[in-house]
Structures are given as C-alpha cells and as structure tokens.
C-alpha cells in the first residue's frame, strides 16, 4: 500500500469513527457495541501510520504530523466513550514497545 493510499483510507475510516463514536449516549445505542473494535482498530491504523507514511522525509514528516494531530482533534469527540478512553490508557503503557 503506497504513503498516499493509507493517509486516505486513515482520513475515511476517522471520519466513520467521528459519525459513529462522537454521537451522546442513546438508548441501544450502535456505537455502544462496536466502539471497542473501531477503538482498537484505530490505534493500530495510527501505530502503523509510522511505518507506512515514512516520517524519514521531510514530506514523510508533514503527513504524520498531520494524521496525529486530526487524531488529536477528534479524540476530543470520543471523551465520553469508556471504551476509548480504556484502550488509550492501555496503549500508552505498550508504545515504548515499538
């Protein structure tokens, strides 16, 4: 897969954890069953973003600079949600491991 491709299909499938993540809580609530696998799944896309975008160039750099930050963004958006919260936490314990 080229740089080009993931920095696209990451950009997609943030924007379809926005939709499905940012939203309050309702009663039988999507979100509240798939938020733990979207949650996963969007951190191993980012953790892998360093190897694919190629930070070693200085466009390389840009882009992987610009994937985190929107991640920053819109982790704001998911807050409220337990399970993202958990598997963030769980996480910053792992990535000294990479």
Known sequence: MTPATYWHLTSIYLAMCDSILSPAHTPNDVAANVSASMT???????I???HVVKPDKEEGVAKAAKLWKMLDRFSI????????VEQWAEGEGKCGVL
């Open 40 to 46: 996963r799944l969007l951190f191993e896309i980012y």
């Open 48 to 50: 892998r973003s360093v």
């Open 77 to 84: 958006r998911f807050a409220h949600r337990l399970t993202f």
